[in-house]
């Protein structure tokens, strides 16, 4: 069984809704857990801590000023080159 730990900074029914988004993944994903953890407050210190005590999250949400230095730091992977092949339209979202 693979465990994917998701973090994110939803409160209340934001984050029952990214419960419900994990929970459609396991059901089309057997042997997949999703575990979505929610940080409210001082989301990105605790992100940083995170990384840096080598117990990162897999999925995680940043913030557009972010971006740049996580990718800087080799922190987060580009996930551009395998678009194609999982049928993801980048149409369907902001080109930023």
Do not use: C, M
Not at 58 to 79: K, S
């Amino acid at each position: 069984r693979v465990a994917l730990r998701v973090l994110n900074w939803a409160p209340g029914l934001e984050l029952e809704l990214e419960q419900r988004i994990a929970d459609g993944f396991e059901a089309s994903h057997p042997g997949v857990e999703v575990v979505v953890e929610s940080v409210v407050n001082n989301y990105g210190e605790k992100l940083a801590a995170a990384i840096a005590s080598g117990t990162p999250p897999d999925v995680f949400l940043l913030d557009v000023p972010d971006i740049p230095a996580f990718v800087d730091r080799g922190l987060v992977l580009d996930f551009a080159p395998y678009l194609a092949r999982v049928g993801y339209d980048r149409d369907a979202v902001f080109p930023q």
